[in-house]
């Protein structure tokens, strides 16, 4: 068994959803799971459903929503024929769901409004992808991800229950491959043990997939992307980036950490208990070879460069010139925790401690705040962290060329640099 997903961008057109059925052709013989995630950029739009609704402005809700329906039903109606009405039913159950709701008021916390709406998008594409390739021979099972994925209540973040989805897989996914070789299902989705409609966090496909690959002891992993396959470099940011074509787990987990948009850091650790490999390939030319990532370490990795704008230094100075001491940091990573913020940075001298992190103003004034009780506090924006794993003399000169350094942490096979 192998399994395959599918984000936005594979999604993002007719002409895009027209080419699946030629890569899944080619493993036809093979039982696949695929994971698929909402077509183009539908989960911005349903956010903005979401905050408008929260907002009180039922209208505003209602017309964007009425926008996502008709590019849904537009989709739908190029890509199908036979299949078409069956399709719509489907749709339309789904667009009810939402509707109901944009009739109530809000009365819970926001989360929970953003996770009821916000999950249609998914359940959306399948919808389309599904009634698609079986129009086009391909036959298939959609499921709904909600009735195999249990998830804690915390909503926008939720955590699987392991256990109990596991058992799902075994007794509800697995007997599914008896009648067809293909299963599609949702990424990114979960429900309550109340039917309460969760998300994984954004991004959260490539983890939906992972969880299956492990949990149905899949031969491989492949996520189909719009890009050849992994880079040692953000190719808009970086014209000379060039394809890393193996990888391993560990690597790809640092990647992830400094912030390298590559694969839901999550995404790793599933398929590394299991030691499944994990493909990444291009959906628009499936001829090329793409990346590995598995368990064997990779040996003369190029410079692998990671730039993370929006950054924040926070600097704290012990409020009598003590020293900093156990108390003061105990009480900062309470903070942290509290506060859900991760420092990407963290250096300490004698009597002062700098911290960097994203800027998310609202949670950067809470900590601020908070650590005002203890320190001195000042905060400097707008900053830079440049990150080089494998880092030479030379690409080091080269990226940090005119720049203005204002910390810098280096060891062996990474440096950190926070510029202005
Ligand atoms: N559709 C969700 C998002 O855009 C999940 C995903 O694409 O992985 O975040
Ligand atoms: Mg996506």
């Known amino acids: 068994m192998k399994i395959f997903k599918f984000g936005g961008a594979s999604t993002a057109s007719v002409q895009r959803i027209q080419q699946l059925p030629a890569i899944l052709r080619s493993y036809r013989d093979e039982q696949l799971l695929v994971v698929v995630s909402a077509m183009g950029k539908t989960t911005n739009a349903l956010e903005k459903v979401a905050t408008a609704f929260y907002d009180g402005a039922r209208e505003e809700a209602l017309q964007l929503f009425r926008q996502i329906k008709d590019h849904h039903l537009t989709t739908a109606k190029y890509l199908l024929v036979q299949n078409y009405l069956a399709a719509e039913a489907h749709l339309r159950d789904f667009f009810t769901e939402v509707e109901w709701l944009l009739h109530d008021k809000p009365v819970r916390e ?212 003590s020293f900093v001491g156990e108390t003061g940091t105990e009480r900062l990573y309470h903070l942290f925790s509290e506060i859900r913020i991760k420092p990407n940075l963290m250096q300490n001298g004698a009597v002062s401690l700098q911290i960097c992190l994203d800027d998310r103003p609202d949670k950067i004034d809470r900590l601020a705040l908070a650590a005002a009780e203890l320190f001195d506090v000042q905060i400097e924006r707008g900053l830079t962290l440049l990150t080089i794993r494998h880092y030479d003399a030379e690409v080091l000169q080269r990226l940090t060329e005119g720049k203005q350094e204002v910390l810098r942490q280096q060891t062996a096979e990474t440096v950190q640099i926070l510029m202005k």
């Not at 594409?125 to 994925?149: C, H, K, M, P």
């Not at 075994?170 to 309460?196: H, K, W, Y």
């Not at 400094?258 to 599933?270: D, E, L, R, S």
């Open 110 to 321: 926001y989360d929970y409004y953003y996770d009821q709406i916000v999950c249609i998008g998914e359940l959306l594409s399948t919808s389309i992808v599904s009634a698609y390739l079986a129009e086009s021979g391909i036959g298939n099972q959609w499921i709904d991800v909600r009735d195999i994925f249990r998830t804690d209540g915390n909503f926008r973040d939720a955590a699987i229950d392991w256990a109990w989805s596991e058992r799902q897989v075994r007794d509800n996914v697995r007997p599914l491959f008896n009648q067809e070789n293909m299963v599609v299902t949702q990424g990114f989705i979960g429900a309550t043990s109340d039917n309460e409609s969760t998300t994984l966090g954004r991004e959260g496909s490539d983890y939906t997939a992972a969880i299956f690959a492990a949990m149905l002891d899949a031969e491989n992993l492949t996520i189909w992307k719009d890009v050849e396959g992994v880079m040692n470099a953000d190719p808009k940011q970086f014209p000379e980036a060039t394809i890393l074509h193996e990888l391993s787990y560990d690597e790809v987990i640092e990647m992830a950490y400094y912030g390298a948009q590559v694969i839901h850091p999550k995404t790793i650790k599933p398929l590394q208990n299991k030691g499944i490999p994990l493909y990444v390939k291009c959906f628009l030319d499936p001829a090329l070879p793409g990346t590995v990532i598995h368990k064997k370490s990779v040996k003369g990795l190029p410079p692998i460069i990671v730039l993370k704008p929006g950054q924040v230094l926070i600097h704290l100075h012990s409020k009598d010139f």
